[in-house]
């Protein structure tokens, strides 16, 4: 069975810092795996994504993941936090098996201070 | 360029009572999936819907059905209201079942059961 977690439920980091979200799965075949952000009551926003090839990807406002398969970890990065970066961040995955779902971690919520 | 349109945005119903929420899926995508968000959770799958038919189901009773309509546009039905039914009801459209390009999410219909 699919699972996802998010071990921090909030992370805080001053503005210019790196910022880190961390995220580990468990599928049973080859993990897709996505960031998302959520906004205050809005619907998520697709940050990036992780199909194959280079385990490094970047996506958008600056933000990139590595895939990490030997930890199954896929920790969400930005070098230089903003204070508009604050939001809560959501973690899914779907594997390659033939299931349809993409299922979701309980979310991060990212604080930056100013 | 048309994103996920849900309507309507806010809704108020009492226990037991019958509710339908619709979804606009992204122009060129023909694939929705139905989640459920929970204050202060992830959102949980619900099912999908590809080619008119419900693709893949989640852990949710027989309450909860769908439809997708020709036009690829989709509703999400929940008999016999309960109060933990009350949440944020995010659609997601994509281009195939696959999910290989990520979501777009429409902004979600908030339902507060009574």
């Known amino acids: 069975a699919q699972s996802v977690a998010q071990p921090e439920d909030q992370v805080n980091v001053a503005e210019g810092n790196p910022l880190t979200v961390k995220c580990t799965y468990s599928v049973s075949g080859n993990p897709y795996l996505f960031w998302y952000v959520q906004y205050p009551n809005r619907g998520l926003q697709f940050l990036l994504k992780y199909i194959t090839g280079d385990n490094l990807v970047k996506g958008s406002y600056g933000f990139e993941a590595e895939f990490n398969k030997s930890q199954t970890s896929f920790h969400l990065k930005k070098p230089s936090a903003l204070v508009s970066d604050s939001a809560l961040y959501f973690c899914a995955v779907r594997d390659d098996t033939g299931g349809f779902k993409t299922i979701f971690g309980a979310g991060t919520r990212l604080f930056v201070k100013a | 360029d048309a994103g996920v349109t849900q309507s309507p945005t806010h809704l108020i119903k009492t226990r037991g009572q019958q509710v339908t929420l619709r979804c606009s899926p992204k122009s060129g995508h023909d694939t929705v999936s139905w989640y459920q968000q929970a204050l202060g959770q992830g959102p949980q799958f619900i099912f999908q819907y590809y080619e008119e038919e419900e693709r893949q189901r989640g852990n949710f009773p027989d309450r909860f059905s769908g439809h997708q309509f020709p036009n690829y546009s989709s509703e999400l039905n929940v008999n016999a209201l309960l109060l933990g039914d009350s949440a944020l009801y995010l659609c997601?459209?994509?281009?195939?079942?696959?999910?290989?390009?990520?979501?777009?999410f429409g902004s979600g219909t908030r339902l507060t059961v009574v």
């Open positions: 997601a459209s994509s281009l195939g079942t696959a999910n290989n390009y990520g979501y777009t």
